[in-house]
Nanobody, 125 residues
């Protein structure tokens, strides 16, 4: 399985961006898909996750009410709509996919076997 993330860029505070992550590969069998981010000098942190089968969604407190995660099953694509962006949202954003049966919390990087290459988001003040 390969994940291709796109949609990052430079935006002013208060603006919006939509990230996309497309999965490819005949062996695709997903449980959760998620977005993590990593700012310079910081550890990678959970942003949002969606359960592939049931569309349950989960968010970090820092983005709740501003970001929305969604998925398109036929396209095997997950989206992250980011509104009301703040300078502290500046980071490289990574999408990730977990296989069924991996025992870890949805907000832990340990749950995810496949990672995209990252797309950079910069929010200017």
């Amino acid at each position: 399985v390969q994940l291709q993330a796109s949609g990052g860029g430079l935006v002013q505070a208060g603006g919006s961006l939509r990230l996309s992550c497309a999965a490819s590969g005949r062996s695709f069998s997903g449980d959760f898909m998620a977005w993590f981010r990593q700012a310079p000098g910081m550890e990678r942190e959970f942003v949002a996750a969606i359960r592939w089968g049931s569309e349950g969604t989960y968010y970090a407190d820092s983005v709740k009410g501003r970001f929305t995660i969604s998925r398109d099953i036929p396209k095997k694509t997950v989206y992250l709509q980011m509104n009301s962006l703040k300078p502290e949202d500046t980071a490289v954003y990574y999408c990730a996919l977990s296989r069924p049966g991996v025992r870890a919390s949805y907000n832990s990087a340990r749950k995810y076997d496949y990672w995209g290459q990252g797309t950079e988001v910069t929010v200017s003040s």
